[in-house]
Nanobody, 123 residues
Framework: QVQLVESGGGLVQPGGSLRLSCAAS????????MGWYRQAPGKQRELVAG???????NYADSVKGRFTISRDNAKNTVYLQMNSLKHEDTAVYFC?????????????????WGQGTQVTVSS
């Protein structure tokens, strides 16, 4: 079984910064893509940023130029550096891991989610 554990959320003032981390653990051979979604109250979950094992990235238009996603493949960990935070960035941020290949079960591939971490931008 694979687990994703997020950390780094919290309360920050507008214009401030936070760094989220998400570490995948378990019987993992490889992970194709990792990234972050977020869900604000009363809204649908939306993609924030993603990164493949090769380093290709994609971002929501609303965070381009402010957020940076990075990844340590050796540690199966993904990071989200969030700068110039705005009130509208307030949400629960969920980490995901896409096409996780297991190391202990032949041909086993799955997708996984973290439990979510709250980010609140408020003065």
């Amino acid at each position: 079984q694979v687990q994703l554990v997020e950390s780094g959320g919290g309360l920050v003032q507008p214009g401030g910064s936070l760094r989220l981390s998400c570490a995948a653990s378990g019987s993992i051979f490889s992970i194709y893509a990792m990234g972050w979604y977020r869900q604000a109250p009363g809204k649908q979950r939306e993609l924030v940023a993603g990164i493949t094992s090769g380093g290709s990235t994609n971002y929501a238009d609303s965070v381009k130029g402010r957020f940076t996603i990075s990844r340590d493949n050796a540690k199966n960990t993904v990071y989200l550096q969030m700068n110039s935070l705005k009130h509208e960035d307030t949400a629960v941020y969920f980490c995901y891991a896409d096409r996780v290949v297991a190391s202990d079960v032949p041909k086993a591939v799955g997708d996984y989610w973290g439990q979510g971490t709250q980010v609140t931008v408020s003065s």
